[in-house]
């Protein structure tokens, strides 16, 4: 079993910054990608950043130039430093891990339970 805690949400004003940060627990043999999507009203849960181990981080074309994913100082974490931030990132932000639970076993994907973020203009 894997559990990914979400934490960093919340109210900023347009141009602000916020930092997410998740952290993984449980049957971890290797953390072989961690990243972040959104889902804002409406819309289809989309890619915001993701860092493959040992590869460079993909960004989508709306957080690039304004978005930093890296590994944090905590143990199979990662966080999501936004800056700039604009009212159409207003979104649920939702961690996401591909893990391999057991030597030799296939991958699986974990989703976080979301956090909040909302930009007000």
């Known amino acids: 079993q894997v559990h990914l805690v979400e934490s960093g949400g919340g109210l900023v004003q347009a141009g602000g910054s916020l930092r997410l940060s998740c952290a993984a627990s449980?049957?971890?043999?290797?953390?072989?990608?961690m990243g972040w999507y959104r889902q804002a009203p409406g819309k289809q849960r989309e890619l915001v950043a993701t860092?493959?181990?040992?590869?460079?981080?993909n960004y989508a074309d709306s957080a690039k130039g304004r978005f930093t994913v890296a590994p944090d100082n905590a143990k199979n974490s990662v966080y999501l430093q936004m800056n700039s931030l604009k009212p159409e990132d207003t979104a649920v932000y939702y961690c996401?891990?591909?893990?391999?639970?057991?030597?030799?076993?296939?991958?699986?994907?974990?989703w976080g339970q979301g956090t909040q973020v909302t930009v007000s203009s």
């Open positions: 860092l493959r181990l040992g590869g460079a981080p």
């Open positions: 996401n891990a591909r893990i391999t639970s057991v030597r030799w076993a296939a991958e699986d994907d974990y």
């Open positions: 449980g049957s971890i043999f290797s953390i072989n990608a």
